[in-house]
């Protein structure tokens, strides 16, 4: 099934179409938020707050670095294609976060409840937060 460029949504095919498949499709990823298609500019790993550089790649976050997302792909190698969540909600089974508490980038380049300069969202459960990133 073909997608958009950039925020990764169903676009309807030629021919046959399976309309239950492609409304759920759709639905799944309106419900969760944006994303963006971007070329790693190094090896990131799923739930590793990004940015966008001055050449359109993604880098990992820190904690002086103002966030973009929370990259959503599975783990990437540098100058390979992924999708970085933008906003709305992302679950990963490997986080254990105390619900309501704000998440930042950390100096590592991993979230963390250490507040730092630039929010990168807050935890909504245990394994789900809420990508809400400054804006500037």
Request: charged share 10%.
């Amino acid at each position: 099934m073909p997608y958009s460029t950039h925020y990764n949504l169903p676009e309807i095919p030629s021919g046959a179409v399976e309309w239950e498949a492609l409304y759920n499709d759709l639905v799944d990823k309106l419900e969760i938020g944006r994303t963006l298609k971007l070329t790693a500019g190094t090896t990131i790993t799923t739930g590793t707050p990004f940015y966008i550089d001055s050449s359109a790649k993604a880098q990992i976050c820190n904690s002086v670095t103002l966030g973009r997302g929370v990259w959503q792909s599975t783990s990437t190698n540098n100058n390979a294609e992924g999708y970085g969540q933008i906003d709305g909600t992302m679950t990963y089974v490997s986080w254990n976060w105390t619900p309501g508490i704000s998440l930042y980038a950390n100096d590592l380049g991993a979230l963390s409840a250490i507040s730092t300069a630039y929010p990168i969202g807050y935890a909504l459960n245990t394994n789900t937060i809420v990508i809400a990133p400054v804006n500037v």
